[in-house]
């Protein structure tokens, strides 16, 4: 059986693209429907985070991958998607069209990046601790699970004061690792429920193209 699995978004771009007929295509698609220019990694129209632009740049090379495979008679029998993969997930579902997808990302970038002009917000990811202490540490310093990736990979989220507070506990407990990624918004946390009903809004225009198809 064949799954598509779809990440979130990416942690940096590769400076080599592919340079075929597909990829054109989506990289069009990018620059007129999310205003970003995939070979120079520059926004066309008002620019916006690097946050943001990496996860246009993510879902176009999910987009380009899923191609790929289709081409090579590779067809999914499951769609796994997590985070910001949900957009192409949705694209390869055939739910959405690549070029909704790279548009409602992009607004939904938009959207959350909005949080970091009051606030500012990072992901703390911690290896080598168990779940039971990562969850004490969580409460110690205000910040919330964002992801349980294994028995011993976590990621955290919140403000960045506290998160930066959490990194020196982790370490401190015995962490074999710990790192700190700037984000633009508190991203899979309840303190996201302030944009809550701007991301319904954006997310309904989608569903009513999607039931007018």
Same mark, same amino acid.
Not at 5 to 26: K, N, R
Not at 29 to 41: I, K, N, P, T, V
Not at 58 to 83: C, F, K, N, Q, T
Not at 122 to 142: H, K, M, R, W, Y
């Given at each position: 059986?064949?799954? #598509?699995?779809?990440?979130?978004?990416?942690?940096?771009?590769?400076?080599?693209?592919?340079?075929?007929?597909?990829?054109?295509?989506?990289?069009?698609?990018?620059?007129?429907?999310?205003?970003?220019?995939?070979?120079? #990694?520059?926004?066309?129209?008002?620019?916006?985070?690097?946050?943001?632009?990496?996860?246009?740049?993510?879902?176009?090379?999910?987009?380009?991958?899923?191609?790929?495979?289709?081409?090579?008679?590779?067809?999914?029998?499951?769609?796994?998607?997590?985070?910001?993969?949900?957009?192409?997930?949705?694209?390869?579902?055939?739910?959405?069209?690549?070029?909704?997808?790279?548009?409602?990302?992009?607004?939904?970038?938009?959207?959350?990046?909005?949080?970091?002009?009051?606030?500012?917000?990072?992901?703390?990811?911690?290896?080598?601790?168990?779940?039971?202490?990562?969850?004490?540490?969580?409460?110690?310093?205000?910040?919330?699970?964002?992801?349980?990736?294994?028995?011993?990979?976590?990621?955290?989220?919140?403000?960045?004061?506290?998160?930066?507070?959490?990194?020196?506990?982790?370490?401190?407990?015995?962490? #074999?690792?710990?790192?700190? #990624?700037?984000?633009?918004?508190?991203?899979?946390?309840?303190?996201?429920?302030?944009?809550?009903?701007?991301?319904?809004?954006?997310?309904?225009?989608?569903?009513?193209?999607?039931?007018?198809?």
């Amino acid at each position: 059986m064949n799954c #598509f699995m779809f990440p979130g978004q990416p942690l940096s771009h590769s400076g080599a693209l592919p340079d075929d007929s597909d990829f054109q295509h989506i990289a069009r698609q990018a620059r007129e429907r999310a205003g970003l220019s995939l070979h120079d #990694f520059s926004w066309t129209g008002q620019p916006v985070t690097d946050s943001v632009a990496l996860q246009v740049y993510g879902v176009a090379m999910s987009l380009y991958r899923s191609r790929m495979l289709l081409r090579d008679g590779i067809r999914p029998r499951l769609i796994a998607e997590h985070s910001m993969g949900i957009y192409p997930a949705l694209a390869a579902s055939g739910a959405m069209a690549e070029g909704d997808a790279l548009e409602l990302t992009a607004r939904i970038g938009r959207c959350m990046s909005l949080m970091s002009e009051t606030g500012e917000y990072a992901l703390g990811c911690i290896v080598g601790l168990t779940a039971e202490t990562v969850l004490s540490i969580a409460e110690n310093n205000d910040v919330f699970m964002a992801n349980h990736n294994t028995s011993r990979h976590f990621l955290l989220s919140g403000e960045r004061g506290n998160i930066e507070c959490m990194e020196a506990e982790a370490l401190a407990c015995g962490a #074999f690792s710990v790192k700190l #990624f700037p984000c633009d918004a508190p991203l899979h946390t309840p303190l996201m429920e302030s944009i809550s009903a701007r991301l319904r809004e954006i997310i309904a225009e989608y569903m009513s193209i999607g039931i007018e198809k």
